[in-house]
């Protein structure tokens, strides 16, 4: 069955970065997209990017750009995102997803 | 962007009740819509694809529809495990945006 694991919960001080994970198994990882979802209480549900991990193409909304950088590791079926430069605003879940499948989301916390 | 504007953003409805829930479109998106629903544990799960098409797994109580530029997702008879959050998701162009959601509570 298909299975997106994430980590429940990272803790990083503002300022610095943070490269999350997304471990897919129960399909062929090079086949499909995998987006990246941020959604917080007051902005909901926004679309972050998506990578095809077969040739590592991606696509990003705009908004993320200069945030947000995906990549996908091929050798052991994980996607990445790494989110630089963090502030409280991003504070969030963090949710991947195949088009059909979510991963359980990893509650990012950006405190000193 | 394509706005998604979903109603209403809370439901108080009853066991064995119907209720529809609701997107518009900003532009035309065609069939390019999903509903999902979130668990208050975070689980998100996909119930309907391409406007009209059931995932596998899901009651057949849940269903969705298209008139215009609005998308509905109709649950025909509410069962205990429905009273969780909706959203709908438009992936017709980039970036995909989704509606701000819809609460559904045991009246």
């Known amino acids: 069955q298909v299975q997106l694991q994430q980590p429940g919960a990272e803790l990083v001080k503002p300022g610095a970065s943070v490269k999350m994970s997304c471990k897919a198994s129960g399909y062929t990882f090079t086949s499909y997209n995998m987006h990246w979802v941020k959604q917080t209480p007051g902005q909901g549900l926004e679309w972050i990017g998506a990578i095809y991990p077969g040739n590592g193409d991606t696509s990003y909304n705009q908004k993320f750009k200069g945030k947000a950088t995906l990549t996908a590791d091929k050798s052991s079926s994980t996607a990445y995102m790494q989110l630089s430069s963090l502030t409280s605003e991003d504070s969030a879940v963090y949710y991947c997803a195949r088009e059909d499948y979510w991963g359980q989301g990893t509650t990012l916390t950006v405190s000193s | 962007d394509i706005q998604m504007t979903q109603s209403p953003s809370s439901l108080s409805a009853s066991l064995g009740e119907r209720v529809s829930l609701t997107c518009r479109a900003s532009q035309d998106i065609g069939s390019s819509l999903n509903w999902l629903q979130q668990e208050p544990d975070g689980t998100i799960k996909r119930l309907i694809y391409?406007?009209?098409s059931l995932d596998s797994g899901v009651p057949k109580r849940f269903s969705g529809s298209r008139s215009g530029s609005d998308y509905s997702l109709t649950i025909s008879s509410l069962e205990s495990e429905d009273f969780v959050d909706y959203y709908c998701?438009?992936?017709?162009?980039?970036?995909?945006?989704f509606g701000a959601g819809t609460k559904l509570e045991l009246k």
């Open positions: 998701l438009q992936y017709a162009s980039s970036p995909l945006t």
């Open positions: 391409a406007t009209s």
